[in-house]
Each structure stands twice: as C-alpha cells, then as structure tokens.
C-alpha cells in the first residue's frame, strides 16, 4: 500500500507589476508588459517540511512542480503562462535547488513596489530574482507580434494596437477632437466632447472591436491623464471621472462618423510625418455603433496612420478603403501597401501606383483564375526567390 505525506507547500500567484531585471531579459516596454504580464507566474511561497529540507529533494519538489503548472492553471484560468518568476534573500539562502532546478538568477531588485503576498514581511533589503520559462522559446512568444492561440486569454483586455501616448501627444488629440460639433444636447455635456472623442480614439488605436473595450481602456488613464482630459471631478471627491458606457453610446449614435474619421488621420499624420514603408490595410467594425472602419497600419508598430468611415452599410470596405488612398491627406509615395485578396482591383492597384506613388501587395485566391493564371506567368520569368512554394494553395500574393 502506498503511503503519501506532505512533503512541500507551494503558492502560485500573479506576477510582479514592475521588476527591471525580468522586463530587461523579456525585451519587454511598458506597453507590452501590461498587456502580457498574466502570462507570467509569481512563486510567493515555497515551503519545505524540516525532515525533507535537502536541495536536491526541493529540485525535484520545483520540477514536478513546474511540470503540472501550465495544466493546472489553463484548468483554472484557461490560458497557459510561459515564464515564472521568485525571490530569494541571498543573506540567507543561496537558492541552490532553483539554480538544480533549471531556474536563471537575473538579477537583483530594486524598490519596484511589493506583491500583496509579501506586504507585511518587513524585510526591505533587496532580493535575487529567478526566472524560469514554462515552454520553448517562452521569452520569443512573450515578445511576438502575435502570442500562441494557447495564451490569447492570458492577454489583458485592453490588448491591441499599441497606442502609448506622451502628455504632449495626449494634449493635441484631444485639441482635434474637441472640435469635432457635438450632436448632444447642451444639458447632457458633462463629460466635453474632446475628452469622449480622445478615448474613443485611444481605443480604436489599440484595436477596440467592442465599445466596452473602449470603455475599459478610459478606465485605465491615470489621474494625471484624466485631468489632462477635461474629465470632470466624481461628486464629492477629487478624483476625476471617465464617462459611461451609455455616454459613448450616445455620442457615437449622433456623431459624423465620417467627420471623426477625418479629424483622427490629420492628427495622424500631423504625428507620423511621413507615413511608413510598410502599410497593410485592415477592416474592422465597431459593433453596433460605430459601423466599418478602415484603417492604414503601421506593420511594424501595428498602429494606424491613417483611417476612413463606411457610413453606407455593410458590405463597402472595398469602396471605402479606395476612398482612403485617394485621399489627399494620405502620403503613399514610397509606401509598400499590403491587403487580401478583396482588395486585389485594378482601380485599388491604379490608386497606389499612379496616383500616390506607391508599392502593393495583394493576395490572389483561386476565385479569380484569369488574374492568378496571369500573375503565375508573369513569375515564371522572375528569380526562383519570387515563386510561389510547390504544392497545392489556394491563394497567392500579386506584387507590384
């Protein structure tokens, strides 16, 4: 018969919100971190019971340890972390059994603020920090553009296109927006028309889909920011307060969305400068307010630069986003433009090249066989670089 005892006692928790050594071995900026920072685990304790305290049986204790970790927490949390992360206090422990473990010393820590667990230790000298990742190539996924499909829940909710803005950047949206005519009635403008407009606009700047996400990222500015912002004070306090759900959806219900589109690109492109080498256009609708939007994106940084309004219902992205190139207001002299194969048209074609100046990448589908047949015989007399892999596809891209 096979007898079980308790041998060890370990706590799994969120991790830090800010640790200088473990963000400078992730690559990680401010941005990436707050979006991505759940997919790492915090050890806040790790207890072993006297009679079995030796470093090698607390190795083996961490590994099965971080062996059952990703599946117990995707069982909880439903999403699987990539790293973890602990403390030790060198002037009393070594840390061997993490470093048996597999576990990397990266540094020490400074006064980033303390985790809840560890608020009443009382013991401010600084301590080593361990990192160990859960997966290969952990610190490349924590960093990529997209994360694995295994960790997209991990992902904060306000996650998106990055949009992190400086008190100057801030301060000049939200002149552009604030004259922008506002379609209320003069009794139901607490909250300017300026600050509404700004965080809708910091919203569809990091992607927003849903006006809620747009809700919650208001809802994350700073005190400073909001004040910033125009935003009024709470009743009764001196805290200043963000605008509800149902005040967003008003102003969106009466707003030229046409109009807000317009005055975001200036503001763009007053910001960018010259627009990047590399655009992609990208059609997303905010639900049920704010109808299509189509935007030019930075494919590198994965912000807009420049953005139009579908006004005529569904089914006009392709419309639209001609609209958009040919907009005077949208530089694309040197610009490589990207898109699917919806948007693979000679007028689309025309507008980049003759008209801005510009490059296109353009995805052909097995729906147009004239053009693929065309564009297949036309890579026949390029470089073997430029042909398309062997095999059977059902898409390929037409270069200009």
């Not at 003069?186 to 909250?191: D, P």
């Not at 297949?376 to 042909?387: V, W």
Request: overall charge positive; glycine content about 6%.
């Amino acid at each position: 018969m096979t007898r079980t005892a308790w041998v060890a006692l370990i706590l799994w928790v969120g991790a830090y919100w800010h640790l200088r050594p473990r963000d400078q071995w992730v690559g990680w900026d401010a941005v990436t971190r707050s979006e991505r920072l759940q997919l790492i685990v915090h050890q806040a304790r790790f207890l072993v019971l006297q009679e079995t305290r030796d470093s090698v049986w607390s190795s083996a204790v961490l590994s099965a340890s971080l062996r059952d970790l990703p599946k117990q927490w995707e069982e909880v949390f439903d999403y699987r972390p990539l790293l973890v992360e602990t403390f030790t206090d060198p002037e009393t422990h070594e840390g061997t059994c993490y470093k048996a473990a597999g576990w990397e010393a990266v540094g020490m820590s400074l006064s980033d603020g303390k985790h809840y667990a560890d608020v009443f230790s009382g013991v401010a000298r600084p301590k080593k920090l361990w990192l160990k990742a859960l997966e290969p190539r952990a610190r490349e996924k924590l960093c990529a553009t997209e994360v694995p499909a295994a960790q997209q829940k991990g992902l904060a909710a306000h996650a998106g296109v990055r949009c992190a803005l400086k008190a100057p950047q801030l301060f000049s949206l939200y002149d552009v927006m604030r004259q922008v005519p506002d379609p209320r009635r003069r009794n139901a403008r607490r909250y300017p028309i300026g600050a509404v407009l700004t965080l809708v606009a910091l919203g569809l700047l990091r992607g927003a889909v849903h006006l809620a996400t747009i809700v919650r990222t208001a809802q994350k500015l700073t005190q400073g920011q909001r004040k910033q912002l125009r935003l009024p004070f709470k009743k009764g306090t001196r805290f200043h307060s963000v605008p509800c759900y149902d005040v967003f959806r008003d102003v969106l219900r009466g707003i030229d969305l046409q109009g807000l589109a317009e005055s975001l690109t200036r503001w763009l492109q007053s910001q960018a400068g010259e627009l990047p080498r590399t655009l992609a256009v990208d059609g997303k609708t905010i639900r049920d307010h704010l109808g299509l939007i189509v935007a030019l994106v930075d494919t590198e940084e994965g912000t807009p630069v420049a953005l139009a309004a579908n006004v005529k219902g569904k089914g006009h992205e392709l419309k639209t986003t001609q609209e958009l190139l040919s907009s005077p207001g949208v530089n694309l002299l040197n610009a490589t433009v990207t898109a699917d194969s919806l948007h693979c048209q000679d007028q689309t074609a025309h507008i980049i090249t003759r008209e801005k100046g510009g490059d296109y990448l353009l995805q052909v589908r097995d729906n147009q066989p004239t053009l693929r047949a065309l564009a297949e015989k036309q890579l026949e007399r390029e470089s073997p670089l430029f042909l398309p892999p062997t095999g059977t596809t059902d898409e390929m891209s037409c270069a200009n």
